[in-house]
């Protein structure tokens, strides 16, 4: 399968005069995994929202194809059940629910009239998934979320996806929130889901989690746009030396403190 997003282009439903993606273009194949990094407050969490279909954010042009299907013309659940599944930055709590139902019910709507899931191969597969993600085995009895800590909300992420054997993940900062060895465990698990029939965009604001994922595809998100594509090479790239050359190389106002000085400079290198 596969997801294009085309000269996306983004705005909050309660202020249409602030654009956050500016023509934002990207392509993913089952089989590959894709890691978007960028500075906060540039739109990568906007992204994700929006080819999941928060009503909160507003396409006002471009496109967002699933298998060539107008994917901005399906409901959110239509997307969950296409093959979308978003974990989200802040994982909400759902009081009167317990986990497993949740995950049963997200199974059940899967399957044809008449199919019912198999309770005892479910229970199994939840015990082996929550044993795979070293979490409690009280938690898929819990309400969701409620009272979890933000490491166990984050590997609850997982614990659905798991299940759920989307077609294509959006992991929105899934390590945030994750100590070292949770770190490595969520890593772990979402590498181990690399199947043709899988595609991933992980999101993340740090490198230390694409230590234990194999991406194929790296881009930087900066001001609503990819900026760059490339491999692995431009994780170690980040990691070394931040975002600040780009921003130069692109002309791009740094947020928290302008250097008009250098940026004057340097908008000749503008790329467009
Ligand atoms: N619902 C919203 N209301 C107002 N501003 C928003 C909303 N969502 C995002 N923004 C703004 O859009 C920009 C991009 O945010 P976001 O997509 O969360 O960035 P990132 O995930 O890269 O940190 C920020 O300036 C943020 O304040
Ligand atoms: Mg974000």
Known sequence: MRLEIKDLHVSILDDQSKEILKGLSLTVNTGEMHAIMGPNGNGKSTLAATIMGNPKYVVTSGEILLDGKNLLKMSVDERSRAGIFLAMQNPMEISGVTNADFIKSAMQTRLSEGEHVP?????????????????????????????????????????????LKPHFAILDE???????????????????????????????????LLDYIDVSHVHI??????????GKELITKIDQDGYDWLKLELGLEDMEEPKKAVLGVCGAKKTK
């Open 119 to 163: 309770l005892f191969k479910f229970i199994k597969a939840l015990d082996k998934s929550v044993a795979d993600l070293k979490m409690n085995p009280d938690l898929p009895q819990r309400y969701i979320n409620e009272g979890f800590s933000g490491g166990e909300k984050k590997r609850n992420e997982i614990l659905q996806m798991k299940m």
């Open 174 to 208: 899934i390590d945030s929130g994750l100590d070292v060895d949770a770190l490595k465990i969520v890593g772990e698990n979402i590498n181990n889901m690399a199947s043709p029939d899988f595609g991933s965009i992980v999101i993340t604001h740090y490198q230390r």
């Open 221 to 230: 998100l900066m001001d609503g746009k990819i900026v760059r594509s490339g």
